[in-house]
């Protein structure tokens, strides 16, 4: 079994290592590198998720266009999960202090007692405990940290309704909230506590959003994520909110925004001046954009203060509830002591953690009943109050639960997010992927207008790239170039047609490019 196991690892690195791609990434410095673990789990034993294998495309082909180095593969076991984190952390530790790390898994994750679990698509349902096969996340992103790199990315797909159990019992709903470590960005696809529908079709709403707001370039990464957010709110009429925290100083962006672009109703400076403003000046459908923007606990407060009466509350207060409960949860779970365990349990006695807090407290040899006596821990967020419970007692807070009959949000103003672009509302899924562990190869997604500099590149995927005309003058259209379907391609600006992106084939390949000259998409 070693023997195979071993031989299945070194076709797996054959057939998924893919060659980097640039195209014009922003901030590039000419010692950055971008390494990038994309990995799409969908073939569990237990229950099947549709979209993750095409997710991860999706994901990994926006990040080779953003110049990134990417490790793909899909439905991984235990060994070969584990394997391949850990030749990534080994490949980014040899890239050195300059670079930029990226990982995005879409698969089933699960918490117990504190701790996120990325689950292999080998774990049985009938396992009393999916932990020995499980990844723990906090040691995987203590490992990267550790190298002290630029920017570190971990993207999780991954908040679904696991059918798996933790030390024999089912576990809290979605994912636990976390804090992320210097220079790193931790992103979940759905609200810490609250868990995603099972998406159908061809992608997730998440990994759709986080490829479009990647490819429109000029985006910080807090800005960017925050776009991500209500994109998927949006799409899947506030079902679903993504979360990130993020601690990334350094200036990066995945791409710029080069100057012919064309310009957008939801320029970062517009919803920055829209988010300083106070809530109850904003109107209340704008005023809950904006809390959703900001995505913090004193946020949502600030919206229920002022518009307490609006349809959106009970939104917001589900979404306060759940945010309160992580947070308590978090400090109940670092502080690690009785007197923690028994606070949690007095707010929360029948809490999504209350099993966790019992556990834990039988393992530090305290009574699990609350003693008369006890210090009680004191949190930065006050105790939950009583119309938050029907939230917070349940199963699995799902946001679209007809039992919760929630109003579905209005439509998104284009000052606060434009429409997608048509390339994303008619996005069809790719063929299935020809081999074991080997990503599918999506349909060509556009770049838009993302710079101006010569870029030279090597591509092992097909990307149709939009870029603006090297001659700048008129700014008025773009550049159409679909490379033939051979690797290593080149890229290079011709120099003698200078309105021109052209492909530059190794002469061994005889091929041609395509282009046409277009129009851009203008704003709404």
């Known amino acids: ?47 099947t998720l549709a979209t993750p294998a095409n997710d991860a495309a999706l994901i990994a082909q926006t990040l080779q266009a953003a110049g990134f180095d990417v490790t793909g593969a ?17 490949r980014v530790g040899k890239a050195g202090p300059d670079a930029v790390a990226t990982v995005y898994f879409a698969g089933y994750g699960l918490q117990l007692e504190g701790e996120n679990y990325l689950v292999p698509v080998d774990a049985d349902v009938a ?70 529908p099972d ?19 000029g ?28 601690k990334i100083e350094t200036q990066f962006m995945f791409f710029e925004r080069g100057p012919g672009a064309p310009p957008r109703a939801d320029s970062p400076e517009h919803t920055a001046w829209m988010r300083s403003k106070p809530m109850r000046s904003l109107g209340a459908r704008d005023a809950y954009l904006t809390a959703l923007a900001r995505d913090t606990f004193d946020g949502y407060v600030d919206f229920l203060a002022d518009y307490w009466h609006d349809p959106m509350a009970s939104r917001v207060r589900a979404l306060l509830a759940a945010r309160r409960e992580a947070i308590v949860w978090r400090r109940t779970y670092q502080a690690n002591a009785p007197d923690a365990y028994w606070s949690y349990l007095e707010l929360y006695p029948r809490g999504p953690h209350a099993a966790d807090a019992r556990s834990l407290l039988s393992l530090l040899g305290a009574a699990v009943a609350l003693p008369v006596k006890f210090a009680r821990m004191e949190y930065e967020v006050p105790p939950p109050l009583p119309d938050e419970i029907e939230y917070i ?38 063929a299935a992927p020809s081999g074991a562990y080997v990503l599918p190869t999506p349909v060509l997604v556009s770049l838009p207008a993302v710079g101006s500099r010569a870029v030279t590149a090597r591509l092992t995927v097909a990307v149709d790239v939009w870029m603006r005309p090297w001659d700048s003058v008129s700014g008025t259209r773009w550049t159409r170039c679909v490379p033939p379907s051979h690797l290593n391609t080149e890229y290079a600006p011709s120099p003698l047609i200078p309105k021109v992106i052209s492909l530059k084939p190794p002469a061994s390949f005889g091929l041609e490019p395509r282009c046409s000259t277009v129009k851009p998409r203008r704003s709404a």
Request: proline share 11%.
């Open 1 to 47: 079994m070693q023997i195979r196991m071993h031989g299945l690892l070194k076709i797996f690195r054959f057939l998924v290592l893919l060659a980097a791609a640039s195209s014009s990434p922003a901030g590039a410095a000419p010692s950055e590198k971008r390494l990038a673990l994309v990995i799409g789990n969908g073939s569990y034993k237990a229950k």
């Open 74 to 90: 899909r439905d991984l076991g235990g060994d070969a999960l584990g394997q391949v984190f850990r030749d990534f952390i080994d």
């Open 219 to 246: 985006l910080t990464p807090a800005r960017l994520f925050d776009r991500v957010r209500l994109r998927v709110s949006e799409s899947t009429k506030g079902a679903q909110i993504p979360w990130d925290a993020t």
């Open 393 to 430: 007692e349940r199963p699995a807070l799902i946001l679209d639960d007809p039992a919760l009959a929630l109003e579905p949000p209005q439509p998104t103003p284009a000052n606060f997010l434009e429409p997608p672009p048509p390339e994303f509302l008619a996005l069809e899924p790719p």
């Open 127 to 196: 396992e009393p405990d999916v932990r020995p096969r499980a990844l723990r996340l906090s040691e995987q992103t203590h490992s990267l940290a550790a190298l002290h790199l630029k920017a570190i990315f971990v993207i999780l797909d991954a908040a679904y309704a696991a059918p798996f159990s933790l030390s024999g019992r089912r576990p809290a709903g979605g994912l636990a909230w976390v804090e992320p470590e210097t220079n790193m960005l931790i992103a979940f696809n759905a609200a810490p506590g609250t868990v995603s």
């Open 199 to 217: 998406a159908a079709g061809g992608y997730g709403p998440y990994a759709k959003a986080l490829a479009e707001m990647i490819r429109e370039g």
